[in-house]
């Protein structure tokens, strides 16, 4: 099974700060399975990114993915107030990372 | 716009059985993929399984292959997730998920609506 690992565990920026968020894949994975969530707490998780760089409906252009193989990146180029929350990766039929936190410094 | 509506919480003794439920309603067609997602308090998210209500064919994780068994009935658009044999350790929310796909070249696939969380604890 392929194993996800997100680092930072927790990266606390100001607002207005850039996020930059890596997910690293033990094999290979196809970047059309790979997904970015945000959950805050006490929510149900929310899709951010799909096929690793494709935006979801409605999230706003500062955030945006890259990587390939087995090395992906979610990038919030400015945190507003609303991002500060839990971000995972997920390769679709797979287990999902264990989280980046993303916190007010 | 689709929604999932999931069951009410739940509260079972180990080596029990539970069931959750989880309706979509809304612009839904025929064809839609449920994934189910779990939560332990204060841990991140697992991927249990998934199921597509085309062909009824199902994949599970590894970790509950031979506890859970994942189902729908199109008739009423509605997905269950049950676990069985339950342990403290399931204790949880549980979280369903439409499983959006398509191809441009290869499959994409991704988890776009959730429902709310069911949360599961298992006491005696």
């Known amino acids: 099974e392929i194993v996800l690992t997100q680092s930072p565990g927790t990266l606390a920026l100001s607002p207005g700060e850039r996020a930059t968020l890596s997910c690293r894949a033990s094999?290979?994975?196809?970047?059309?399975?790979l997904a970015w969530y945000q959950q805050k707490p006490g929510q149900a998780p929310r899709l951010l990114m799909y096929?690793?760089?494709a935006r979801a409906t409605g999230i706003p252009d500062r955030f945006s993915g890259s990587g390939s193989r087995t090395d992906f990146t979610l990038t919030i180029s400015g945190l507003e107030p609303e991002d500060f929350a839990m971000y995972y990766c997920?390769?679709?039929?797979?287990?999902f990372g264990q989280g980046t936190r993303v916190e007010i410094k | 716009q689709v929604q999932l509506v999931q069951s009410g919480a739940e509260v079972k003794p180990p080596g029990a059985s539970v069931k959750v439920s989880c309706k979509a309603s809304?612009?839904?067609?025929?064809?839609?993929?449920i994934s189910w997602v779990r939560q332990a308090p204060g841990q991140g998210l697992e991927w249990m399984g998934w199921?597509?209500?085309?062909?009824?064919?199902?994949k599970y994780a590894q970790k509950f292959q031979g506890r859970i068994t994942i189902t729908t009935d199109t008739s009423t658009t509605t997905a269950y997730m049950e676990l069985r044999s339950l342990r403290s350790d399931d204790t949880a929310v549980y979280y369903c998920?439409?499983?959006?796909?398509?191809?441009?070249?290869?499959?994409?696939?991704?988890?776009?609506?959730w429902g709310k969380g069911t949360t599961v604890t298992v006491s005696s």
């Open positions: 998920a439409r499983v959006s796909g398509f191809w441009s070249g290869r499959y994409y696939y991704f988890m776009d609506v």
């Open positions: 809304g612009d839904i067609d025929n064809n839609y993929d």
């Open positions: 199921i597509s209500t085309n062909n009824g064919n199902t």
């Open positions: 094999q290979t994975v196809s970047t059309s399975y």
């Open positions: 096929g690793a760089f």
């Open positions: 997920h390769q679709f039929g797979g287990a």
